[in-house]
């Protein structure tokens, strides 16, 4: 079992940077890779980047260059860092991890004003 609490979030305006926190418990030696979606209002949930355990990153066309997804394996934590928001980056963010299943953090809202 792996459990992910987030942590970051909230409203910036346009042009401006957030950082995403997500910190696992639990059997987190079993995580084979993490990653960062996000749902839109009216939208499905959506992927932003991806990271596995060999360090592989892969991001949405619409983020990339403007976010990155990274790891510090010593507080089993990821993060995702937000540069030169828009406002249609406002969404609920969910941190992800696989381990033989799927676990979910609980969602952050960020909002970006223009």
């Known amino acids: 079992q792996v459990q992910l609490v987030q942590s970051g979030g909230g409203v910036v305006q346009s042009g401006g940077s957030l950082r995403l926190s997500c910190t696992a418990s639990?059997?987190?030696?079993?995580?084979?890779?993490m990653a960062w979606y996000r749902q839109r209002p009216g939208k499905q949930r959506e992927l932003v980047a991806a990271?596995?355990?060999?360090?592989?990153?892969s991001y949405a066309g619409a983020v990339m260059g403007r976010f990155t997804i990274s790891r510090d394996s010593a507080k089993n934590t990821g993060y995702l860092q937000m540069n030169s928001l828009k406002p249609e980056d406002t969404a609920v963010y969910y941190c992800?991890?696989?381990?033989?299943?799927?676990?979910w953090g609980q969602g952050t809202q960020v909002t970006v004003s223009s």
């Open positions: 990271l596995t355990r060999t360090g592989r990153t």
């Open positions: 992800y991890a696989y381990s033989s299943m799927n676990y």
């Open positions: 639990g059997s987190v030696s079993t995580i084979y890779a």
